[in-house]
């Protein structure tokens, strides 16, 4: 049993212990931060902007599209707290938002709306889902005293309802995730450890690789004859599903199709929906289904942070290709009808999430009324808004603002 002096010199040893491990940490990340993004940019794409030019930003060299701004976003430079007078707000969600056009999508509506001290900052991140827009609303476009936040879902992938940031036993976890070291402001430290979790990075890899990998597949098919591109397309599927798949396609016309990967819009070459229209070819993948309302729970979330803390909340959504765009949907008739095995699903589904925010009291945007039967609107086969689907989008979106501004609701 400790006496008396005996417990006092413990209770201090491990005070001094505590004080001592404090020390280390806050000096530690006293130093990181010399080397470390800095916020916001540790939490968006965590890694300075030139690797994003090389990576998802491939429009800027290719097709002079703007470039990124100082937080590694493209997007204007832009204050992180707005000037007095100025209404801001802020676009969230992922490369539909920062690829392949020639300007994004909120640098578009900013400008078709043309006012005076009215700004709309872009928190589009590539290779994100609803979950990381939650964390990056809570703890990034909040921070940045916006007066609405625009939460941006993609109905051709965007209703997972996984949560995609790591975490280690809340003890650190891939910012803007909530953890016990960004609580206690060591996020340079937290970036140090989680930072190559990132979905953005993983998905496009340190070196640029998938970049690579796109760019050898299209040399391939550039070299390629329409029988040899035929081969190299069995080439995508397992040797027991080459024979089923080729008794699919023979016969085919495939000129068209193939010319369309041969010289892609925009130079930008993309596999995943080839690999996405095989795959439904043979029936061993679905597309996703928004029906299921797993993801909802992020929407929900997202917009009971911002009601706690006074800010506006909508909600829009970007139908995919498949749905709307009636030359792509031709295109890649010789494959697959990518319209009926996967738009009109994904159409149902966005009806069914629409009818629950707006039930839950969400303001609400739908851009398929504004896109459906234009031809051109998305980037064949990349799969993004093209400058033509941003314009449209764009339109739609300042004409929504406009009445909000003009509701005194903004």
């Given at each position: 049993?400790?006496?008396?002096?005996?417990?006092?010199?413990?209770?201090?040893?491990?005070?001094?212990?505590?004080?001592?491990?404090?020390?280390?940490?806050?000096g530690?990340?006293?130093?990181?931060?010399?080397?470390?993004?800095?916020?916001?940019?540790?939490g968006?794409?965590?890694?300075k902007?030139?690797?994003?030019?090389?990576?998802?930003?491939?429009?800027?060299?290719?097709?002079?599209g703007?470039?990124?701004?100082?937080?590694?976003?493209?997007?204007?430079?832009?204050?992180?707290?707005?000037?007095?007078?100025?209404?801001?707000?802020?676009?969230?969600?992922?490369?539909?938002?920062?690829?392949?056009s020639?300007?994004?999508?909120?640098v578009?509506?900013?400008?078709?709306?043309?006012?005076?001290?009215?700004?709309?900052?872009?928190?589009?991140?590539?290779?994100?889902?609803?979950?990381?827009?939650?964390?990056?609303?809570?703890?990034?476009?909040?921070?940045?005293?916006?007066?609405?936040?625009?939460?941006?879902?993609?109905?051709?992938?965007?209703?997972?309802?996984?949560?995609?940031?790591s975490?280690?036993?809340?003890?650190?976890?891939?910012?803007?995730?909530?953890?016990?070291?960004?609580?206690?402001?060591?996020?340079a430290?937290?970036?140090l450890?989680?930072?190559?979790?990132?979905?953005?990075?993983?998905?496009?890899?340190?070196?640029?690789?998938?970049?690579?990998?796109?760019?050898?597949?299209?040399?391939?098919?550039?070299?390629?004859?329409?029988?040899?591109?035929?081969?190299?397309?069995?080439?995508?599927?397992?040797?027991?599903?080459?024979a089923?798949?080729?008794?699919?396609?023979?016969?085919r016309?495939?000129?068209?199709?193939?010319?369309?990967?041969?010289?892609?819009?925009?130079?930008?070459f993309?596999?995943?929906?080839?690999?996405?229209?095989?795959?439904?070819?043979?029936?061993?993948?679905?597309?996703?289904?928004?029906?299921?309302?797993?993801?909802?729970?992020?929407?929900?979330?997202?917009?009971?942070?911002?009601?706690?803390?006074?800010?506006?909340?909508?909600?829009?959504?970007?139908?995919?290709?498949?749905?709307?765009?009636?030359?792509?949907?031709?295109l890649?008739?010789?494959?697959?009808?990518?319209?009926?095995?996967?738009?009109?699903?994904?159409?149902?589904?966005?009806?069914?999430?629409?009818?629950?925010?707006?039930?839950?009291?969400?303001?609400?945007?739908?851009?398929?009324?504004?896109?459906?039967?234009?031809?051109?609107?998305?980037?064949?086969p990349?799969?993004?808004?093209?400058?033509?689907?941003i314009?449209?989008?764009?339109?739609?979106?300042?004409?929504?603002?406009?009445?909000?501004?003009?509701?005194?609701?903004?």
């Amino acid at each position: 049993m400790l006496s008396r002096s005996d417990g006092k010199i413990f209770i201090f040893h491990n005070i001094h212990i505590v004080i001592l491990v404090l020390v280390s940490l806050y000096g530690s990340e006293a130093a990181l931060r010399l080397f470390v993004p800095p916020w916001p940019m540790m939490g968006l794409h965590g890694t300075k902007a030139l690797a994003g030019e090389q990576a998802w930003g491939r429009v800027i060299g290719i097709h002079k599209g703007m470039g990124f701004n100082s937080w590694g976003q493209r997007d204007l430079e832009r204050a992180k707290v707005p000037s007095k007078g100025t209404k801001r707000a802020v676009f969230v969600g992922d490369s539909l938002l920062e690829e392949s056009s020639t300007v994004p999508l909120s640098v578009a509506t900013e400008n078709k709306l043309g006012r005076i001290n009215f700004e709309l900052i872009n928190l589009g991140v590539s290779a994100t889902d609803p979950s990381e827009y939650y964390y990056r609303i809570k703890n990034i476009a909040l921070a940045l005293k916006p007066d609405r936040i625009f939460m941006f879902l993609y109905n051709g992938n965007d209703f997972m309802p996984n949560d995609s940031l790591s975490s280690y036993g809340g003890i650190i976890a891939c910012y803007p995730k909530d953890s016990l070291f960004s609580r206690m402001g060591l996020l340079a430290l937290n970036h140090l450890f989680t930072n190559n979790d990132r979905p953005v990075l993983r998905a496009w890899g340190k070196s640029g690789k998938l970049n690579a990998d796109e760019q050898y597949m299209h040399k391939r098919f550039l070299k390629a004859t329409d029988g040899e591109a035929l081969q190299i397309l069995l080439t995508m599927v397992s040797d027991q599903d080459r024979a089923k798949v080729l008794g699919y396609l023979e016969g085919r016309n495939f000129a068209e199709f193939f010319q369309g990967l041969r010289a892609p819009d925009f130079g930008l070459f993309r596999s995943y929906y080839l690999s996405l229209a095989l795959g439904l070819l043979i029936g061993d993948q679905k597309p996703e289904n928004p029906s299921d309302l797993g993801s909802y729970q992020w929407v929900k979330r997202a917009y009971d942070e911002c009601k706690k803390n006074n800010v506006n909340f909508t909600v829009v959504i970007i139908p995919d290709a498949f749905e709307v765009d009636t030359r792509m949907i031709n295109l890649w008739k010789p494959v697959v009808d990518m319209r009926a095995l996967r738009g009109r699903v994904l159409r149902e589904g966005a009806r069914k999430i629409m009818a629950l925010c707006r039930k839950d009291g969400m303001d609400c945007v739908d851009l398929y009324k504004s896109l459906k039967g234009k031809q051109g609107t998305y980037l064949n086969p990349d799969g993004h808004l093209s400058d033509k689907g941003i314009r449209i989008s764009s339109e739609t979106l300042a004409a929504h603002i406009e009445r909000l501004i003009y509701k005194r609701s903004f």
